[in-house]
């Protein structure tokens, strides 16, 4: 897990997203809030943590006190999340994961143009309807298989035949019906799935996002 702050502008603070991706199978949820103080956070972390269809045992994130402490901590034990964990000072690649989503995702589909904290709750439905669907269940990622060479030294590859989306990554485990939370089943789960193609995802997706922009900016405009 890690934070995106979405810029300044005349010494005002804009929005935060919170970027949220499973080691094993890249399901990821974004979500936007107007502070990272515990009254604004922890609801919106609690809800992307309730958004995954699996159950979730470790929870990770950079040393931040956003995430470090009490609150997080309460939250985390009511989710029977097992295992905290933090990256150390100085190793960003503690949180490689989310840190390279961080560019990938959200910055590609939100950008780094300010956005007023008064939108949170806007970004966030679009996160929550638009853009979390379809990078679950129609953005495929690459997947990594390690390769012994000859002198016993080991090699990620990315071949494209482990190219898959993060939906498909999680039923393509061993047994993976034991991983769902109870309730949820494929069955629901492939209805979403098939629900459009995607293409259609995409297109709704770019039509959501400039029906967004548009009513921030122009907005912003008028207010300046």
């Known amino acids: 897990m890690d934070s995106v702050h979405q810029g300044d502008q005349d010494g005002i603070k804009g929005v935060y997203h919170i970027n949220i991706v499973d080691c094993v199978t890249q399901y990821e949820g974004v979500a936007t809030c107007e502070h990272i103080s515990e009254a604004f956070l922890i609801p919106v972390l609690a809800a992307l943590l309730a ?30 999340i097992e295992e905290q964990t933090k990256s150390r000072s100085r190793h960003c690649n503690d949180n490689a994961l989310a840190e390279a989503k961080n560019g990938a995702i959200v ?11 008064h939108f949170a709750t806007r970004v966030n439905a679009f996160c929550s309807a638009h853009l979390n669907p379809y990078l679950n269940f129609h953005r495929p990622c ?15 590859r990315y071949p494209y035949k482990l190219m898959m989306t993060p939906y498909e990554k999680l039923k393509a485990l061993d047994n993976a019906k034991q991983f769902l939370k109870p309730g949820i ?33 122009n907005r912003s405009k008028k207010a300046a």
């Open 51 to 80: 958004s995954f269809p699996f159950v979730i045992k470790g929870f990770h994130s950079d040393n931040g006190s956003e995430y470090i402490n009490q609150f997080v901590a309460k939250l985390l034990n009511k989710l029977l």
């Open 142 to 156: 690459l997947f990594a298989e390690t390769i012994t060479d000859a002198k016993g030294r080991q090699r990620k």
């Open 185 to 217: 089943t494929f069955q629901q789960l492939d209805i979403q799935a098939k629900a459009m193609s995607d293409n259609e995802a995409a297109q709704r997706l770019h039509d959501a996002r400039a029906k967004l922009f548009k009513t921030i900016f």
């Open 107 to 117: 910055r590609k589909h939100l950008g780094y143009s300010h956005i007023p904290q």
